[in-house]
């Protein structure tokens, strides 16, 4: 089983019309979580897991190799790169990369399984 950490990457102090956003600490941490594996969840019941790869101008998210699931369903698609509107994200996780004993991280092809 894989662990997700929770990430606050949408909260209020970032919302599009936030002024000098390249000092902001959420700008910081966004930063930090560049090529990072994300679980995005949506209003319309999808998750999506993917490379996190930056986001544009208005917040709108970009995954690369992305899965696309729908809760309730088992299957998946592959969908590659997307680019998620920030209005309908509703949960953002980032994947924990645990370390092995000799202290490289984990490949995080482990996430699927």
């Given at each position: 089983?894989?662990?997700?950490?929770?990430?606050?990457?949408?909260?209020?102090?970032?919302?599009p019309s936030?002024?000098?956003?390249?000092?902001?600490?959420?700008?910081?941490?966004?930063?930090?979580?560049?090529?990072t594996t994300?679980?995005?969840?949506?209003?319309?019941?999808?998750?999506?897991?993917?490379?996190?790869?930056?986001?544009?101008?208005?917040?709108?998210?970009?995954?690369?190799?992305?899965?696309?699931?729908?809760?309730?369903?088992?299957?998946?698609?592959?969908?590659?790169?997307?680019?998620?509107?920030?209005?309908?994200?509703?949960?953002v996780e980032?994947?924990?990369?645990?370390?092995?004993?000799?202290?490289?991280?984990?490949?995080?092809?482990?996430?699927?399984?």
């Amino acid at each position: 089983m894989t662990s997700f950490e929770s990430s606050s990457l949408l909260s209020s102090s970032m919302s599009p019309s936030s002024t000098d956003q390249s000092t902001s600490p959420s700008i910081t941490a966004l930063k930090s979580l560049l090529t990072t594996t994300l679980r995005i969840t949506t209003t319309d019941n999808r998750v999506f897991i993917g490379t996190f790869m930056g986001t544009d101008q208005l917040l709108n998210i970009i995954l690369v190799n992305t899965e696309e699931y729908i809760l309730g369903n088992e299957t998946s698609r592959f969908v590659g790169q997307v680019m998620l509107p920030w209005r309908l994200v509703l949960h953002v996780e980032a994947f924990n990369q645990q370390s092995t004993p000799n202290g490289k991280a984990k490949d995080d092809k482990s996430l699927y399984i």
